[in-house]
C-alpha cells in the first residue's frame, strides 16, 4: 500500500491540465433520479455510464445539459427532479435555477445547494451541514428507538486541476432489536466500521474524504478513505456500500464507448475486541484488494462489464499492474490470494425499461456441475433484475424487482485474511453466502417534493448450528465445510426472512427531508427459538444524508 501511495503522489506531482471533479457519495434515492434520465433519454451522443459508483459530478452535469432539449416533455416532478440534480452539480451545469433571492443575510444559502460557498480565482469550497434526527418505536427493543447525528460535507477545487472532498459526523443510536441481535452476532455494526457500545446505545464516528485529479484529459485519479457501489440493483454481488469505508486508490480511464476503472484497497481484516460490545484500541490485521472492471457500450442500449478481483494478504506490488490477468499472477505466485471474476450487464430499451444482472464467480469444476452432486467448489452469484419506468404510463411511479443468489461457501476462504470482507461485514451482499433472495420495489412521486418507496425483500438461507459451518458466515473457514459434496443452498437451519417497508419523503428544502418509514419485518426459523416478528416505525428529519438502510 506504500508502494501505491508514492506512485500517486508522484503523479500528483506531474504537470496536471484539465479542470478536475468531485464525485456524487452513493445514495441510493439520489442514484434512482440518474436512472430515471438515463433509462430515459441516455442515447448514443449522450451517454453515462452508471455500473460503477460513485459518478463524477462533470459526468452526471455533461449528461443532463445533453438531455435539455427534453426538458419540455417533462412531467411536472422530472422538471423538479431535473433542477433539482442541476442545482446540486451546479459547478459543472452553470444552473440557471441555484441562485437563492431568499439567502440568509448575503451570506448563507447565496446558492440553494449550499449552506456556505467561497469562490475565488484559484479556489472553490461548498460546506454543508450533515444530520439525522429519528425516534421510533419497536416493541422488541429495550429503549425508544432514536438518531442523533452530527456532521459536516466540504468539498471543492484548487486551481480547477485538484478536487477533494470530506465527510464527518458523530452518531448516538438505538437501534431496532433485530439489528442490534444481527450486531452482537456478526460482532460487526453494518455500514460502519469501529464503534462504542454503552448498553443498548451505539456510539459511531464516520469519516470519508479523498483528493482527486486529472492526468489527462482521459484519465483521472482518486485516492482516500471512502465507499464504492458497483451495479443496477438495491443489492450488489460484487461490491456494495454494506461494509465501512476503506483506504483506496483509484484510477479511472474513459476512452470513447470505454470505461476502465482500477481499484486498489486496504481492507480490515479483522477486529481486536476491547470486550463482548466494544472494539478496542490495537493493530488490527489487514488485507488487500485490487480489482479492475472494463465497462463498454456494445450498442446504444446495452452496457457489457467484465471485472476481476483478488484479496490478497499482502500488498503485492504485481497487483497494482492495472492491466493484467490477476488470476495468472495468481497462479503463478502459487495461489497466495482469493480471486473472483465475473461480468454484469445494463440494458435498457423504449425508454422505459432496463435489464439488468451479475455473475461472478469464485471457483468452478465443470465436471463436478455437471455431475450435480453439489460440489463446494462451484461457488458462485447471480443476479438479474428489471426496472420499469413511468409503469402503466403512470409519470413517475416506477418498479423493479430483482432476484439474487448465491451458493455455499461463496466469497469465504480458507482463512478469515482472505474472506471478501471488511470490518467483519460482507464486502458485497449483506447476507453472505447461501441464500436467495426476491426483492419488488415501487417508487412514485405524487408531486415535485413527496417520494413514496415500498418494497418486499423475502431471502431463504441456511443458518449454521452447533458449530458447523454450511456456507453462510464468510468469516468461517471453508476447511470446516460440512462435506466435499451433498452442498445445496439453504443448506443449515432453513430460514425464511420477510422484510416489508413503507416510507415516505417530503423534501423541505434543498437536501432536507422529513421521513416516515414502517418496517415489518418475519423471521421464520426452523429452530422455534430463533424466529421472530418486528413492527418498527421510524420518524426522521435528515439534511444531506441518505436514508440509514437495514434491509436484512
Do not use: C
Not at 503522489?9 to 506531474?14: D, I, N, P, R
Amino acid at each position: 500500500m506504500k508502494k501505491l501511495l508514492i506512485l500517486f503522489v508522484f503523479l500528483l506531482t506531474q504537470g496536471l491540465a484539465t479542470a478536475q471533479s468531485t464525485f456524487i457519495p452513493y445514495n441510493r434515492d439520489y442514484y434512482h433520479l440518474i436512472d430515471r434520465f438515463q433509462i430515459k433519454y441516455g442515447n448514443p451522443d449522450n451517454l453515462l455510464q452508471t455500473t460503477f459508483k460513485p459518478l463524477r459530478r462533470v459526468d452526471l452535469a455533461n449528461f443532463l445539459l445533453g438531455m435539455q432539449d427534453e426538458y419540455e416533455n417533462l412531467s411536472s416532478q422530472d422538471e423538479f427532479n431535473y433542477q433539482y440534480l442541476m442545482n446540486d452539480n451546479w459547478e459543472w451545469t452553470n444552473s440557471p435555477y441555484n441562485e437563492n433571492d431568499k439567502s440568509w443575510w448575503d451570506l448563507m444559502y447565496t446558492k440553494k445547494s449550499d449552506f456556505l460557498y467561497y469562490g475565488a480565482d484559484n479556489f472553490s469550497l461548498r460546506i454543508n451541514p450533515v444530520i439525522d434526527f429519528s425516534v421510533g418505536n419497536d416493541a422488541d427493543a429495550q429503549s425508544t428507538l432514536y438518531t442523533n447525528t452530527r456532521g459536516i460535507e466540504a468539498q471543492g477545487m484548487i486551481d480547477d486541476k485538484i478536487g477533494f472532498y470530506t465527510f464527518l459526523t458523530t452518531t448516538q443510536l438505538v437501534f431496532p432489536n433485530y439489528v442490534r441481535n444481527s450486531i452482537l452476532g456478526r460482532r460487526a455494526v453494518p455500514n460502519e466500521g469501529f464503534w462504542k457500545a454503552d448498553a443498548d446505545v451505539y456510539d459511531l464516528t464516520h469519516a470519508r474524504g479523498y483528493l482527486t485529479f486529472n492526468v489527462t484529459k482521459s484519465i483521472d485519479l482518486q485516492a482516500g478513505y471512502d465507499k464504492k457501489f458497483i451495479g443496477h440493483g438495491l443489492r450488489s454481488m460484487v461490491l456494495s456500500d454494506f461494509s465501512s469505508p476503506f483506504l483506496f486508490g483509484q484510477i479511472n480511464t474513459r476512452l470513447g464507448k470505454f470505461q476502465y476503472t482500477n481499484l486498489f484497497g486496504q481492507l480490515t481484516s479483522d477486529i481486536i475486541f476491547a470486550n463482548a460490545l466494544s472494539p478496542g484500541d490495537g493493530n488490527y490485521p489487514r488485507k488487500y484488494l485490487s480489482m479492475h472492471r472494463l465497462g463498454v457500450n456494445i450498442t446504444k442500449s446495452l452496457e457489457i462489464g467484465l471485472f476481476e478481483t483478488i484479496i490478497s494478504e499482502e500488498a503485492d506490488i504485481n497487483y497494482f499492474n492495472p492491466i493484467i490477468f490477476y488470476r495468472a499472477i495468481e497462479q503463478q505466485r502459487g495461489s497466495p490470494g482469493n480471486a473472483l471474476l465475473g461480468i454484469d450487464f445494463a440494458y435498457n430499451f423504449k425508454g422505459k425499461y432496463q435489464f439488468y444482472g451479475q455473475f461472478i464467480l469464485d471457483e468452478f469444476v465443470i465436471d463436478a456441475l455437471r455431475s450435480g452432486d453439489g460440489d463446494w467448489r462451484n461457488k458462485f452469484g447471480v443476479q438479474l433484475g428489471a426496472k420499469y419506468i413511468d409503469a402503466f404510463d403512470v409519470a413517475n411511479l416506477d418498479l423493479q424487482v430483482e432476484y439474487n443468489v448465491a451458493r455455499p461457501y461463496f466469497y469465504a476462504s480458507d482463512t478469515t485474511v482472505l474472506s471478501y470482507t471488511n470490518y467483519r461485514n460482507p464486502l458485497a451482499h449483506p447476507l453472505g453466502a447461501n441464500f436467495k433472495e426476491l426483492i419488488l420495489s415501487a417508487r412514485y412521486q405524487p408531486i415535485n417534493k413527496l417520494y413514496v418507496t415500498g418494497k418486499i425483500i423475502r431471502s431463504n438461507f441456511g443458518e449454521d448450528e452447533n458449530g458447523l459451518n454450511y456456507g453462510g458466515n464468510l468469516l468461517s473457514s471453508t476447511d470446516d465445510r460440512i462435506g466435499n459434496t451433498g452442498n445445496t443452498i439453504g443448506q443449515g437451519v432453513a430460514t425464511t426472512n420477510t422484510y416489508v417497508e413503507l416510507s415516505g419523503s417530503y423534501m423541505l428544502v434543498q437536501n432536507l427531508f422529513v421521513d416516515l418509514r414502517t418496517i415489518y419485518r418475519n423471521f421464520d426459523s426452523a429452530l422455534a427459538t430463533r424466529s421472530a416478528s418486528s413492527f418498527i416505525t421510524m420518524l426522521s428529519l435528515r439534511w444531506n444524508l441518505p436514508q440509514r438502510q437495514h434491509e436484512f
